[in-house]
């Protein structure tokens, strides 16, 4: 892989997946994101492996869709290469995935680390949306994933002027979970990325579904999915291993089983 380094034990249970196309701040061209595809595929399937946590470097975390190589492309080139088809898979991936952010998560890098489930950012992060400046939209779910975020008011500024928001502000509005130091902000991520590992994994799995569903269905529908997910973790020696050691007053060891 060119542009995109795994490292699938970084910490125990943990995998660092890391977007390594400095010079062009990370632009995410079809390369990159097919390599994207293919490293969340096969960790999420490796069963040493619990939480994955994705970064860009401290300069960006990746500054959008790859303009120059989208620059000279006709609609229907767009719609039969249909790049963002590749994204699919990160919303596919079952594990809890972190983005640690620094410095300029724009456009698709925007988008990219709203699709992941947790966002733990360094006091450089920049966030936006400037599609608007280079004469198009969102693509990849910056209209949708960020209104649900933040909000009509707020996404429509952000989308209609193109304008940044600071970690801090993103901050206020929801957008992500922390702010640290940027000499922290891997660290952090992971320090997430372990509290979340110690879970058992089956659980961590079909809670993500569950809270994934409430963005695509309505109240009644969501509580049936999740009230089914709840008893499903029954099935699991994990929830035996949970419920057993909380009657011990022992810490619990989950399997993923
Ligand atoms: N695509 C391609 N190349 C990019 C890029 C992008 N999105 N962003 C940065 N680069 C390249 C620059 O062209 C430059 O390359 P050269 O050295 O070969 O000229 C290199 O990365 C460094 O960038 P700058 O010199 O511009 O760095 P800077 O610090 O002065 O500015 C920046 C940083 C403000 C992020 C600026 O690079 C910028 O505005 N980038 C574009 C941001 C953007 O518009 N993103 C949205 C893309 S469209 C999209 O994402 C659609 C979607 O919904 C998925």
Redesign the pocket.
């Known amino acids: 892989m060119e542009f995109v380094k795994t490292t699938p034990n970084y910490q125990p249970y943990t995998a660092l997946i890391e977007l390594n196309r400095p ?3 990370n ?3 079809l390369q990159l994101m097919q390599e994207l595809k293919e490293a969340l595929k096969t960790l999420d399937q490796d069963e040493s492996v619990r939480v994955i946590v994705l970064k860009g470097n401290e ?2 975390f990746a ?8 620059a000279n492309k006709s609609a229907i080139d767009m719609l039969m290469i249909d790049q ?1 088809s590749t994204w699919d898979q990160i919303k596919k991936t079952r594990k809890p995935l972190i983005a640690a952010v620094s410095g ?1 998560a ?4 925007c ?1 990219l680390a709203m699709t992941c489930d947790m966002i733990v950012a360094s006091e450089t992060a920049k966030f936006g ?3 608007i ?2 004469g ?5 779910g ?1 209209t949708q994933r960020l209104t649900k975020a933040i909000g009509k008011a707020r996404t429509m500024e952000m989308v209609l002027t ?1 304008k940044f928001i600071e970690a801090s502000e993103a901050l206020a509005y929801g957008l992500i979970n922390k702010v640290v130091p940027v000499e922290l902000y891997l660290s952090e991520a992971m320090k997430l990325a372990a509290e979340i590992a110690q879970m058992s994994p089956v659980a961590a799995m079909l809670a993500k579904e569950s809270i994934n569903r409430s963005f695509e269905t309505h109240l009644d529908e969501g509580l049936h999915f999740e009230r089914k997910n709840f008893y499903l973790t029954f099935a699991s020696e994990d929830q035996k291993e949970g419920m057993q050691a909380f009657v011990e007053k022992r810490s619990p060891n989950y399997q993923g089983k």
């Open positions: 010079k062009e701040l632009a995410l061209n300069k960006a500054a959008g869709a790859d303009i120059k190589q989208m963002f300029f724009l456009g698709g890098g988008e949306q400037p599609e400046k280079i198009v939209m969102p693509g990849a910056g193109g």
